[in-house]
């Protein structure tokens, strides 16, 4: 159970061709705590989305637990997405017409294979973990930027999924707060057995993690 990613090409077209990702081969295993960090523009966001199965235009391959993604109908893509990867956004992302539980319940619902009863009791439990449970029924805009981004973590657990993935999770947080979102993802990672990758520019987060690479310009330092 893993994610692989072999000879992976990202060329954007627009103003003019460029390529942002070159060549990248990375195998990532369950319960790792992978770091990526680099510059700005050197390719982090779009190998996460990539990654995540969020961005479909690339060559290469892709495996997510044995399973080629470049190959798949977009359709099943999806399916395998919403079943094994759990997304964290550098903002949030959360519905601000909708109460907190209701945006952590919103990938489950989706996907289906839980009713509305063990949808909201496995979001509570979640809830619970993260010390929010008394916020469940308020909505997202009375909390504060950490504990929104708490929310969209456990909104990425709801599914149960294997690999969570973060693009720059702590970007617009202070210090206090990275901390707090810091410690969940290894926690995931270590006490859960989760793939964690993170996209990061902050360095006491890639030093802190089981592994972390160096993107330069659209290519791995490995």
């Known amino acids: ?7 992976i090409y990202k060329t954007f077209s627009m103003p003019h061709e460029h390529t942002v990702l070159n060549n990248i081969s990375l195998t990532i295993e369950d319960g790792e705590l992978l770091s990526i960090f680099g510059e700005s523009g050197s390719g982090k966001s779009t190998l996460l989305y990539i990654l995540a199965s969020l961005d479909p235009e690339f060559k290469g391959k892709l495996y997510i637990d044995q399973e080629n993604i470049a190959i798949m109908p977009r359709k099943r893509v999806n399916q395998l997405r919403n079943k094994k990867i759990g997304f964290v956004y550098q903002f949030h992302h959360l519905l601000h017409e909708f109460t907190v539980i209701q945006n952590i319940m919103l990938p489950a619902l989706k996907q289906g294979s839980k009713n509305w009863e063990e949808t909201r009791n496995k979001a509570i439990s979640i809830l619970e973990e993260m010390d929010l449970k008394s916020y469940q029924d308020k909505p997202i805009y009375e ?7 708490r929310i969209a973590i456990a909104r990425a657990l709801i599914n149960d999924p294997q690999h969570i993935i973060a693009d720059e999770p702590t970007g617009s947080l202070d210090l206090k707060n990275t901390k707090v979102i810091f410690s969940i993802l290894k926690e995931i990672a270590e006490q859960r057995k ?9 360095a006491t987060i890639y ?4 592994r972390a690479i160096e993107m330069i310009d659209g290519s791995l330092r490995l």
């Open 1 to 7: 159970m893993s994610i692989i990613a072999e000879n």
């Open 143 to 149: 909390l504060s930027g950490g504990q929104q981004q």
């Open 194 to 202: 989760k793939t964690v990758i993170i996209a990061t520019h902050n």
């Open 207 to 210: 030093n802190n993690t089981h």
